[in-house]
């Protein structure tokens, strides 16, 4: 698995149907600027609204502009065992490097139930998986207890994105899974919290922010690993307003009308996801321009 920023790319679309240049070029930008692993079709790329033959193309495209660069990770989890299966079958078939399977969501699993869904996965793929712990969209948290009972037995199961923002958790998470688990990965899953949970031992970001500013992230996780804790904050401080912002409405809005404000995409989602409202885009364009984006 990684160390550094992975970025959750968004997934542009023109017309209602995939935009693959876009795409293409938006996977080059994040290459050019340093980026550790692509993570196709998580929350940021819309994955319940994607279909099968459109998930190949976008798995092929990142890849092609990826071998050799930075790691492909696909998001595979869904909340019907059966379907992740699939998806997963799905992705091992065409060559990624990994899966990001998000906690089961509507089901409300118990701690049980999830250990019981990972072990299953676990067992019938061989490629790394990372826990996907996101309980503001999901309804269920899935305790650091359980990411290590799960990653203890399941010898494929390598990472945790932590997108929990309680940081008692988080540093949870550092203390139980970093300390007994050889080379286990904890990656923050919120950009406005990436920083603490770098500086107390996490291994990287899988951010929604790196699609806009993907050097600034690489550089701050830089100065972070080399001890420049000062540099780094800096860096977090001045972004932190955009960190925010690309939260205003349900991500993805934000962060697409702000590729599209940079000209790298256009404003395009599918229901029951809509555009970002003119007040959104209002804010995004301030933000963009204080943060010196645009």
């Keep these: 698995m990684f ?7 968004v997934t542009p679309f023109k017309n209602g149907e995939l935009d693959m240049k876009s795409y293409e070029n938006l996977l080059k930008f994040q ?9 196709v079709l998580g929350t940021t790329g819309e ?4 279909e099968m ?26 909340n019907s065992l059966n379907h992740t299966m699939e998806l997963v079958k799905n992705a091992e078939k065409m060559g990624v490097n990994g899966l990001l399977i998000v906690t089961p969501y509507y089901n409300k699993p118990t701690q049980r139930g999830l250990y019981e869904y990972y ?14 712990n996101v309980p503001g969209r999901t309804g269920v948290n899935i305790l650091p207890e359980t990411v290590y009972q799960i990653a203890s037995e399941c010898k494929n199961v390598k990472a945790l994105k932590e ?28 950009d406005d919290s990436a920083f603490q949970l770098l500086c107390t031992g996490g291994d990287g970001v899988i ?38 912002n690309l939260f ?32 959104t885009i209002d804010i995004l364009k301030k933000t963009l321009k204080g943060c010196d984006v645009i």
């Design 3 to 9: 160390r550094g920023i992975g970025t959750a790319i």
């Design 248 to 279: 205003i409405e349900t991500n993805p809005i934000p962060v697409k009308a702000a590729l599209s404000l940079m000209g790298l995409i256009d404003n395009e989602l599918r229901l029951p996801l809509v555009p970002a409202s003119e007040n």
């Design 163 to 190: 997108a929990n923002s309680n940081i008692n958790q988080i540093n949870e998470d550092i203390k139980l899974l970093k300390e007994n688990l050889e080379n286990f990965k904890v990656y923050s899953g919120n």
């Design 53 to 78: 033959f459109e998930r190949i193309k976008l798995i092929e495209k990142a890849i092609e502009i990826c071998e050799g660069k930075a790691d492909v990770i696909v998001g595979a989890g869904t």
């Design 119 to 132: 072990k299953y996965i676990s067992q019938h793929t061989d490629l790394d998986i990372i826990v996907y």
């Design 47 to 50: 994955a319940p609204n994607i």
């Design 207 to 244: 951010s929604v922010a790196s699609n806009v500013i993907p050097a600034a992230m690489v550089k701050m996780f830089n100065e972070i690993k080399e001890g420049n804790i000062k540099r780094a904050l800096e860096i977090h401080m001045k972004y932190l307003p955009l960190f925010k």
């Design 31 to 39: 290459i050019e600027n340093g980026i550790k692993a692509i993570i």
